[in-house]
């Protein structure tokens, strides 16, 4: 549909960051967010949606996926573009970080190029847009690769992440293992371009880690998935990587709340460690998301299958992403885990919007922010989502 300059959503249960307020309008007005406000404050002749009493919440921000539909992000493709962030705005998904997974450096580099190319494309506001991209890997431990690519690893001291950050104006996060060589001045490399450090996929170490926090490290992915926990070293207990994630309150981090890869129990004990200023969900999704069961897909060179609901490596040794997109996470975390709705919605809107440094304009219904917004039925299953103020054709109602 076209873009309405200035309407009114009307008869929403507006989830605001810290509450849900009914009996308000929200404006939108030339593709951004106007303002809150009582039903009886704005002129009555401006055009009204009525939202039928759904839940409305700010578009959600993933800010680590990797694909969908068969497709990757490590495919510098219009096709495999427009797929993914397709889809991802029929479900309410309205802005994400393209999540390229371990490749040769000269594919990663020509994904860093189109994406740069695929952001600078003006959009028909039907498609998710993009924000940058989450360079994972390739610097990662081989014991700790889980389903990224081992014959593409790297160590950060080789010399090979200059080429990458050739294109640092497109990399929003960039998440490495830091025990490896090079990893602490690779983080403070990164920090000098103002690029996110993440850590993952990691053996790591309490005191491989507190030198690289120190130097800028500031984000955790995917909490206990391909991250290294507490050894014993005779009778001394040494801190992994997850216990630092847990308890350092100067990091942020992740879950995939798919209800596969964690169980409840570590879902709530990440959401009462993290909190959700803290906490993001993400899909982590890969190429088998929106793919049937049995359905065999790949990334970066590497099989995998659809399975039980979740990407597995065809050897059942390790999960290889999730087959789930953010808005069935957001269902798992409030009705399963017992997040508060409100915290839920946060969880994958203002708190990724944040650590992606675009809290400014997304993230959440305030007045000056772009006007992203999904709109849902009981269970968060999508019925209609705002992009840029426009209503993207072909939503999952």
């Not at 189109?114 to 989450?134: C, E, N, Y």
């Not at 790297?154 to 992440?161: E, V, W």
């Not at 994958?348 to 219904?365: F, H, N, W």
């Amino acid at each position: 549909m076209s873009r309405c300059d200035r309407f009114a959503i009307v008869n929403g249960r507006l989830a605001l960051p810290d509450r849900i307020v009914e009996g308000q309008a929200l404006i939108i007005a030339a593709g951004k967010i106007a303002g809150v406000a009582p039903l009886a404050a704005f002129d009555p002749t401006l055009p009204r949606f009525d939202a039928g009493g759904r839940l409305v919440t700010p578009g959600l921000i993933d800010i680590h996926i990797h694909g969908a539909l068969g497709h990757t992000f490590n495919e510098p493709t219009p096709a495999a573009f427009a797929a993914i962030t397709r889809l991802l705005a029929q479900h309410g998904v309205t802005s994400l970080l393209a999540t390229t997974a371990t490749d040769t450096l000269e594919n990663l580099t020509a994904v860093l190029a189109f994406a740069r190319t695929w952001m600078q494309t003006p959009t028909d506001g039907q498609h998710a847009q993009l924000l940058g991209v989450h360079v994972e890997g390739p610097y990662f431990h081989p014991a700790q690769a889980g389903a990224q690519n081992p014959a593409y690893l790297r160590t950060p001291d080789d010399g090979s992440a200059a080429q990458l950050l050739a294109q640092a104006n497109v990399i929003r996060i960039f998440t490495f293992a830091p025990e490896l060589p090079g990893a602490l001045a690779l983080t403070r490399t990164l920090r000098q371009h103002g690029i996110v450090a993440a850590a993952g996929h990691s053996t790591a170490q309490e005191k491989h880690v507190l030198p690289c926090i120190e130097a800028g490290l500031s984000h955790c992915i995917h909490l206990w998935s391909a991250q290294s926990t507490t050894v014993r070293e005779g009778p001394w207990r040494r801190p992994g990587l997850l216990e630092v994630s847990l308890t350092d309150e100067r990091l942020t981090g992740e879950i995939i709340a798919d209800g596969k890869h964690l169980p409840p129990t570590l879902l709530k004990l990440a959401y009462r460690c993290l909190g959700p200023d803290r906490l993001c969900v993400v899909s982590d999704a890969t190429s088998g998301a929106g793919l049937p069961e049995g359905s065999r897909f790949f990334m970066a060179g590497a099989e995998y299958e659809v399975a039980d609901g979740v990407g597995m490596m065809l050897d059942r040794t390790s999960f290889a992403g999730s087959t789930t997109l953010l808005d069935r996470m957001l269902a798992v975390l409030v009705e399963t885990v017992g997040v508060p709705l409100v915290e839920a919605v946060r969880m994958a809107t203002l708190t990724p919007a944040r650590v992606a440094g675009v809290a400014d304009r997304k993230g959440s219904l305030e007045a000056g922010k772009d006007a992203d917004l999904a709109i849902f039925d009981p269970g968060f299953q999508p019925w209609r989502t705002l992009i840029g103020g426009r209503w993207v054709d072909g939503d999952a109602s």
